[in-house]
């Protein structure tokens, strides 16, 4: 099982208050295997870098059910943790096993995730 990343709109007749956007063709929204929910966004090393909002994924309670959900106001926040685990992306390799190419890829996805969420005034999902 995969985890990935979703750009959603604020709906009030939707589920949970949301409509998920279809990303474009050609789009890559993976950001990791299950396990990575633990072992990359949920390790320490995340979370010795500063990082707050990527580690709840590794976080899962009744209430979020091991999603994310990034509100419009938060996508800020989020590229920013996503730049900062990028510039560190060694380190995050050496203690988590992750290979670099591949940790890039999945904070690329979520990048661009971000951006074209702040285009249509929405959010993002990690499920």
Known sequence: MSIDIAVWVPDDEAYAGRNIVEAPPGTSTGTGGERSRYGLWGASAVRRLGASLLPQL???T???RG???VLPGQL???QQECVLLAENVEQLSAATGYDTD???HYLSNMRHAAERA???QGGVIIW
Do not use: C, P
């Open 102 to 104: 591949r940790i890039l």
């Open 62 to 64: 009744a209430e979020n």
């Open 76 to 78: 800020d926040a989020f």
């Open 118 to 120: 702040k285009a249509v």
């Open 67 to 69: 999603n994310l959900q």
């Open 58 to 60: 590794a976080d899962i």
